[in-house]
C-alpha cells in the first residue's frame, strides 16, 4: 500500500472497493516485480490505474503525455481511455520502456502511443504541438521544470497530474528535511501559489494532483 500515511485498514478498504485492475495490468505488475525488483515500487497503484482511465475518458484528450513511462502501467491505463487521441511517453530507460512496448502491443493500443527515449524535459522543449493532459511521474527534482514545460504548451482547460506529491506524506512533517521533501514542499507551493490554475491535491496512493489550466 502506497497511501502510508492512511491507517493499513483504511489503505486496504480502498484498494478493495476500486474496480480491481484486469489479468493484463496484474501480468504486467507481476513482471515488473520479478524484473525490476525494488525498483517495481515506481509504479502507479491499480486503482490510480482506474482513475487515470477514467480522467483520460472525461478529458477526451487529442494529445496525452506521460513523463516518466516505467515499464508501462500508467501509459497502458492512459492509452485504454484514449477515444481517437494520442499518447506521446518521455523516459530515460530502453530497458524499462521494452517491456511497456510488449504490454502495449498485447493491449491492442500501440498504435496509439509514441515512446521518446532521452531526457523528458529536452523532448518536452522540441514539442510543438497542444498538450490537452499531461501526466507527470518521473525524476522529482525535475518536476518544477516538468510542470512549466507542459503549461507552456497545454490548452486552456487542459489538465496535470502529478503523482507523488504527498511523498509518504513527509511534506506535512517538518522532522523530514531531506532534499526530496523539500522539493516535493516547493513544488506543491509552486502550484497553489500559481495564478494560471486552479489545482487540489488528492490523497490517493502516494498523493495524486490534479491541476487544471485556467
Ligand atoms: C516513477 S517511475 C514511472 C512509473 C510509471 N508512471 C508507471 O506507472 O509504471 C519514473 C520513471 O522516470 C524515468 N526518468 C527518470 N529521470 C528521467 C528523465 N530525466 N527524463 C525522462 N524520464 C526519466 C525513469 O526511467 C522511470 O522509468
Known amino acids: 500500500m502506497k497511501a502510508s500515511y492512511l491507517s493499513p485498514a483504511v489503505g486496504q478498504y480502498i484498494m478493495a472497493h476500486a474496480t480491481p485492475a484486469d489479468d493484463l495490468l496484474d501480468e504486467l505488475a507481476a513482471e515488473t516485480r520479478e524484473v525490476t525488483g525494488a525498483h517495481a515500487g515506481m509504479q502507479i497503484t491499480p486503482d490510480q490505474g482506474r482513475f487515470l482511465t477514467m480522467i483520460t475518458?472525461?478529458?477526451?484528450p487529442a494529445l496525452a503525455v506521460e513523463v516518466g513511462t516505467f515499464t508501462g502501467y500508467s501509459s497502458l491505463c492512459i492509452?485504454?481511455?484514449l477515444?481517437?487521441?494520442r499518447l506521446r511517453c518521455f523516459d530515460v530507460s530502453e530497458e524499462w520502456t521494452s517491456i511497456a512496448k510488449r504490454y502495449w502491443e498485447k493491449a491492442g493500443v500501440s498504435s496509439r502511443i509514441t515512446l521518446t527515449i532521452g531526457p523528458a524535459a529536452d523532448a518536452l522543449?522540441?514539442?510543438d504541438e497542444e498538450i490537452d493532459l499531461a501526466f507527470i511521474d518521473a525524476d522529482k527534482a525535475q518536476y518544477p521544470t516538468y510542470y512549466e514545460l507542459v503549461m507552456d504548451r497545454l490548452r486552456h482547460g487542459g489538465l496535470i497530474m502529478v503523482d507523488n506529491?504527498?511523498?509518504s506524506g513527509y511534506v506535512a512533517d517538518p522532522s523530514y528535511e531531506d532534499a526530496t521533501t523539500r522539493g516535493i514542499r516547493e513544488f506543491n507551493d509552486l502550484v497553489k501559489n500559481d495564478p494560471r490554475?486552479?489545482?487540489?491535491i488528492l490523497p490517493m496512493a502516494d498523493g495524486l494532483t490534479m491541476i487544471r489550466k485556467n
Open 57 to 60: 475518458q472525461l478529458v477526451r
Open 79 to 81: 492509452a485504454r481511455g
Open 83 to 85: 477515444s481517437g487521441g
Open 125 to 127: 522543449r522540441a514539442l
Open 165 to 167: 506529491t504527498l511523498w
Open 197 to 200: 490554475v486552479t489545482s487540489v
